[in-house]
Each structure stands twice: as structure tokens, then as C-alpha cells.
């Protein structure tokens, strides 16, 4: 049996009498929003592997024909896309952790409600930026630069909403949650954008510190090799 300490535990492997014995699998590319996932396992604690594919390859579309990050594929082969339902699923299989935001009806409705905001409205709002040649058909250099700076007032605005509604608050939720770790990425992404980057929203600014900080996130910074 070959064994690695709790740092290195997301490339563990286990032979035992000539089997391999699996276990889930996470599939990320460096400075995607499969950063969430893999800061959710890691706060988790739980045996897992982390891979990192590359767009379009051919390991990446195996177990997802869209092509995207992140992707967890379980022991028994069962493939999950999307950040958000991916960390809602970690959130419902691992209780013990304490990552979903409450067990209450309304404590559930807003896990939901903040994981929607983070996919539809915060996610969205950076296309713009990533991806100009997306919104516009004229392939002008003023025409991008303009789409740009729309995506930036998008980003700003969502940030804001954020912002607000973190006054008073250390997490997302209340206490850390997955909706924290699904912010992480995102937040880094505002730090790199925005001409101002955080100046404008303290209590984003305190939230990215306070998980940049945990030390098991910085673990899954230095795997990723992000800075």
C-alpha cells in the first residue's frame, strides 16, 4: 500500500493485494472556477485526486464532452459538470464538514440562491472581458475595448451586491460555506480586472484575505501553481 501524508493526499493511491482502490476525481484547469471545487475538497478532508486537464484535450473531453472545468468523476465512474451543483453535491455528501450553509428550508434557499447569483450574475458579467469577440460582430479594436469596459461595469455592479450584503458578515452564509470557496475564483478575477481591483469593496477584499489565508487553500494555490 503506498500512502501520502494529509498535504499530498489528492494524488493518494492505494494498492492492496494487485487492485487500485478509486476515488473521486477532480478535473481543473489553473485559474478557472475549478479553483471552488478544489478548495471545497480540501476543506472537506476526504481522500481525493486532482487532475489538471487542459481545454480541449482529450483527457478533459472523456469526461465531459462540453469540454469545461471543473468535472468530478466518482469512484464508481459517475461524472458531475458545473461548479455549482458540483459543491452542492459535496456539500450534501460530506454533512460532517459543515459546508452547507445551514440545514434549515430557508438556510438551503439561500445556499441556492447565493450559488445562482455566483453562476448567472457574477460568472457571467466577466465574459465580456475574457472573450470580447463573443459580443460584438465588428472586429475593430475600439469595438472590443468598448465591450470590455461594459463587462467591467457588469462586474462592478454584481461586486457591489456582494459587497453590501457582506457588511456585518465574515462569510457568504454566515459561517465558511462551499458558496465562499465558489466566490475564491471569482474574487481573483476581480483582483486582476478591475482597474481599481478591490478598492472599491472592503468587505470582498476582507472575505478573499480571510480564505486566502486558510492554509488549506493555500495548499490548493500551490498545487494549481496560482498566484
Same mark, same amino acid.
Given at each position: 500500500?503506498?500512502?501520502? *501524508? ?10 492492496? +493485494? ?20 478544489h ?32 468535472v ?7 461524472t ?24 434549515? !428550508?430557508?438556510?438551503?434557499?439561500e ?28 472586429s ?19 461586486? *457591489?451586491?456582494l459587497?453590501?450584503?457582506? *457588511?456585518?458578515?465574515?462569510? +457568504?452564509?454566515? *459561517? ?21 481591483? !478591490? ?7 476582507? !472575505?478573499?484575505?480571510? +480564505? ?16
Amino acid at each position: 500500500m503506498q500512502l501520502y *501524508d494529509r498535504s499530498c493526499r489528492f494524488r493518494l493511491q492505494c494498492r492492496v +493485494i494487485g487492485t487500485q482502490e478509486t476515488m473521486p476525481t477532480l478535473f481543473y484547469a489553473v485559474g478557472a472556477c475549478s479553483l471552488a471545487p478544489h478548495v471545497a475538497l480540501e476543506w472537506i478532508g476526504a481522500p481525493y485526486e486532482a487532475v489538471r486537464v487542459q481545454y480541449g484535450s482529450e483527457e478533459l473531453l472523456a469526461v465531459n464532452p462540453a469540454g469545461a472545468v471543473p468535472v468530478l468523476r466518482e469512484d464508481d465512474g459517475w461524472t458531475l459538470s458545473q461548479a455549482g451543483a458540483i459543491l452542492d453535491y459535496l456539500a450534501l455528501k460530506h454533512p460532517e464538514a459543515r459546508l452547507g450553509g445551514g440545514d434549515g !428550508l430557508r438556510d438551503k434557499a439561500e445556499a441556492h440562491r447565493w450559488s445562482a447569483f455566483l453562476t448567472s450574475d457574477v460568472h457571467a458579467s466577466f465574459w465580456p472581458i475574457f472573450m470580447p469577440f463573443r459580443y460584438t460582430t465588428d472586429s475593430s479594436q475600439t469595438a472590443r475595448q468598448a465591450v470590455v469596459a461594459a463587462g467591467h461595469k457588469l462586474v462592478e455592479k454584481q461586486f *457591489d451586491v456582494l459587497n453590501r450584503h457582506l *457588511d456585518g458578515r465574515e462569510y +457568504i452564509l454566515g *459561517d465558511r460555506s462551499v458558496i465562499d470557496a465558489y466566490s475564491f475564483p471569482m474574487i481573483r478575477w476581480a483582483v486582476r480586472v478591475l482597474p481599481d481591483g !478591490l478598492t472599491k469593496y472592503p468587505h470582498v477584499q476582507a !472575505l478573499h484575505d480571510r +480564505i486566502a489565508a486558510d492554509p488549506a487553500v493555500q495548499r490548493v494555490l500551490a498545487r494549481e501553481g496560482s498566484k
